[in-house]
């Protein structure tokens, strides 16, 4: 069974480089443009939540937030996608329950590598 | 996709070599210094590691010997020869020919390799003795690191088995839990981590390496990472291979998230990307054509009533300006490469003549024209060799004449307003004026009455079929060379001076333009026709008036504030129809005669141009160096006025020979 990540970006850029990415390394991939939607989509079990934090209607902090109050998602890894400059921000994802983030921009190597390391 | 990886590291393997030869020239005079070496196995070593990548396998091994031999001069165990630099910069050009797709030539890297080995083997012996007794190693630490999550961990994520799997990869890791806050099973919150760790990790890893692994929660709980004070064990080297790892490098470390630097480049290095010359050559072509259409466009705008067409017009000027600079500093190298080359060259030479020369160069970062710096090349291979075979004495010579044994030969690149000024230097005998002279007239170049000036003597040796040296060498001596060296620096729109002093030596300069591929001119009409004059060459326009020139009794000769400067009336020299206006312009250029004017109708103004070669069928036009489009779509002659100037005088000397055996007869 291939583990199952749940993308949430609004920019379709990203989201298509990330799920090609992520679909080449063997992952079912999960798309939502933004953190309604992605709550929307959260009906099935999912290993790993890489969410976006700047986005319309439901940004990634309180989705994040959200899916900690699900008691079926409060262990599952959440990364979240931050550029260098919002360390703020950062904190305020690892205060709402994130477990670790990615720089942007990134390779797909690191996200790789960042995702295998909280998957396993 | 393949042949692309592999043209991308042909590129790189050419650089790495140029790199390798510079460092190996350099180590030749001062062997000891650590960077040089540094970088001689840098060279190699990526040279090796990037070939097996794509699939050079026997340039891979072969390199990996030559690599073997410089790490044994790394760790202090061979020292840095003469010879060791002659195999190798050998071996350099083996591995050249087998990137280049030769197949290599099996009894030279045979040689090559057992040459290496001789000098290697009491190096390798060394190694073994000194493994036995101090083996290089590695440090590898014990840390011990204490991790107590906070309770929160898990539901945010984390899993600390991960982690744990992570420090295994670095080494050795011993695990033991402490389990005592763990609460009796009915006050148990079951999401919550109860549990601290104790571990010992054996690595080479630094402590901020390890740090990295708990990068993303290292606000979730309490760590400590010591390093185990009395407890340091050692472990050999594994005998250096190449590690997947050293190839696919990650610009990035999870640990860290700091840029690491890339451990082979070079330290001060601009970032670049690389471009196949194709491409930046229809750039060119583009903004060529963009230039034409740009000066159409202003034509049309400052004939043009309309304000805003004109202010349109000139922003367009300025851009295209611009990005013609730009396009064109695209095609800019800098010269180092080129000298680099030569000072191998003199290496060579000094072991096949017997001679002792140093070289040095300066001004290597100038930059010129790709197209310039290639063609650059044959000349001066000629003009070193002579340099070397004609100019430089051997060691005793030079003794007995009180100069040091060793003879200098400088190469040196500046810039002179749009022109690039080259010139080398020795200081061997000079050139012996009295021997071209006597050479010239045996050759019936000249006649032994011909009074001659010292540049002209000396520009007899740049005549074809003219040679001086008594025997003839392999490297110089066989009368072709100085001819051809004019003839390629003259195609590249350049100027060849000779300067000797006898006894102290002899100087060639070249006087070289930036570009070829665009020119600034003058533009000028004479009647109907338009000819560009590279502004380069124009120093100034004066007036001829039509009581001037009955002044001067029908004698091209204008009076420029007191001196009498000679013109050539393009009207005449092209045979162009219609009669001359009472004021005529007279642009005054520098030419290797002197100063010489060109008399036109009219001098329009500045016109920057593409220039668009003519075709074989006019490649025998001296004086016509191309041609170029107007803003009218009007053809205009872009003019030689070097060669225009001496085809005159030319003319004019044969008409005077004429006339004068005319009067003897």
């Given at each position: ?120 | ?494 100027l060849l001076e000779i300067t000797s002093t006898p006894g102290e030596g002899t100087t060639v300069t070249l006087r070289l333009p930036l570009t070829l591929a665009i020119i600034d001119g ?144």
């Open positions: 069974m291939p583990k199952v990540i749940l993308t949430v970006d609004d920019s379709s850029s990203i989201r298509q480089l990330v799920r090609f990415t992520l679909t080449g390394a063997g992952y079912e991939v999960i798309q939502a443009v933004d953190g309604q939607d992605a709550l929307s989509k959260l009906t099935v079990p999912v290993n790993l939540i890489v969410t976006d934090l700047n986005m319309p209607n439901l940004d990634g902090i309180e989705l994040i937030r959200q899916i900690r109050t699900r008691p079926v998602y409060k262990g599952i890894p959440i990364l979240m996608l931050t550029t260098e400059s919002q360390d703020s921000k950062k904190q305020a994802g690892k205060a709402a329950g994130a477990t670790g983030w990615i720089v942007k921009p990134f390779s797909p190597d690191q996200l790789l590598a960042v995702i295998r390391k909280v998957l396993g | 996709m393949m042949d692309q990886h592999r043209q991308a590291f042909q590129e790189e393997a050419r650089e790495l070599l140029t790199e390798l030869e510079s460092a190996l020239l350099e180590l030749d005079s001062r062997p000891d210094d650590v960077d040089l070496i540094q970088r001689t196995f840098r060279a190699l070593h990526t040279i090796k590691g990037s070939g097996s990548m794509f699939g050079y396998d026997e340039m891979s091994r072969f390199t990996h010997q030559v690599e073997t031999a410089f790490d044994h001069v790394r760790e202090g165990r061979l020292a840095v020869t003469a010879d060791l630099v002659n195999i190798t910069l050998a071996a350099g050009d083996q591995i050249r020919s087998m990137i280049e797709g030769h197949s290599a030539d099996n009894t030279e890297t045979k040689e090559i390799l057992d040459k290496l080995a001789r000098l290697v083997r009491p190096a390798s012996a060394m190694a073994e003795r000194a493994e036995q007794k101090a083996p290089s190693a590695e440090v590898i630490r014990k840390w011990r690191i204490g991790f107590k999550p906070s309770p929160a961990l898990l539901l945010h994520g984390t899993n600390p088995i991960l982690l744990f799997r992570e420090l295994r990869d670095l080494g050795n890791l011993d695990i033991k839990v402490n389990a005592d806050a763990l609460p009796n099973i009915r006050q148990m919150d079951p999401e919550s981590c109860y549990l601290e760790w104790n571990l010992t990790l054996e690595t080479s890893q630094s402590a901020d390496n390890i740090r990295g692994v708990f990068i993303f929660c290292e606000d979730d709980c309490e760590l400590r990472i010591e390093a185990d004070a009395e407890a340091q064990s050692v472990r050999n080297v594994e005998a250096p291979t190449v590690k997947k790892d050293d190839l696919i490098r990650e610009p990035w470390t999870l640990g860290s998230w700091e840029r690491r630097r890339d451990p082979y480049s070079v330290g001060g290095e601009k970032v670049s990307i690389r471009v196949s010359t194709e491409k930046v050559d229809s750039l060119i072509n583009y903004v060529g054509e963009l230039v034409v259409v740009q000066a159409r466009l202003s034509q049309i705008a400052s004939s043009s009533l309309a304000s805003e067409l004109r202010v349109v017009a000139e922003e367009v000027e300025r851009l295209t300006a611009g990005l013609r600079d730009h396009a064109m500093s695209m095609r800019m190298f800098p010269l180092k490469n080129t000298f680099e080359r030569f000072r191998r060259l003199v290496h060579d030479l000094t072991r096949d003549l017997g001679k002792e020369v140093e070289f040095s160069s300066e001004g290597g970062e100038t930059e010129l024209d790709k197209t310039v710096i290639d063609q650059l090349n044959d000349p001066f291979l000629h003009l070193i060799r002579n340099s070397m075979d004609h100019g430089i004495e051997a060691p005793e010579q030079r003794l007995a004449a009180g100069k040091p044994r060793a003879g200098q030969i400088k190469l040196s690149a500046s810039y002179s307003g749009a022109n690039v000024v080259i010139s080398l230097r020795d200081d061997g005998r000079g050139l012996d004026r009295d021997a071209i002279r006597t050479r010239a007239i045996e050759k019936g170049m000249i006649s032994s009455e011909t009074q001659l000036s010292e540049s002209e003597i000396f520009n007899l040796i740049l005549m074809p079929g003219f040679s001086t040296s008594e025997q003839v060498t392999d490297i110089s001596g066989r009368g072709v060379g100085m001819d051809v060296v004019r003839r390629n620096v003259e195609g590249l729109r350049g003058l533009l000028v009409r004479v009647g109907a026709a338009h000819f560009v004059v590279p502004l380069a060459n124009v120093l100034e326009c004066v007036e001829l008036k039509a009581e001037d020139v009955r002044a001067a009794h029908g004698k091209c000769l204008a009076n420029v504030r007191g001196d009498l400067v000679p013109y050539v009336r393009l009207r005449d020299y092209f045979r162009l129809p219609g009669a001359r206006p009472d004021i005529e312009q007279i642009m005054i250029v520098e030419t290797a005669d002197g100063r010489c004017g060109l008399a036109v109708d009219e001098v329009l103004g500045d016109h920057q141009t593409v220039i668009k070669n003519l075709g074989r069928v006019y490649r025998h036009v001296q004086v016509i160096s191309g041609a170029t489009i107007l803003g009218d779509g009007a053809v205009a002659l872009i003019l030689d006025p070097q060669r225009l100037v001496q085809q005159s005088i030319r003319a004019a000397t044969k008409l005077l020979h004429h006339t004068s055996h005319e009067l003897v007869n």
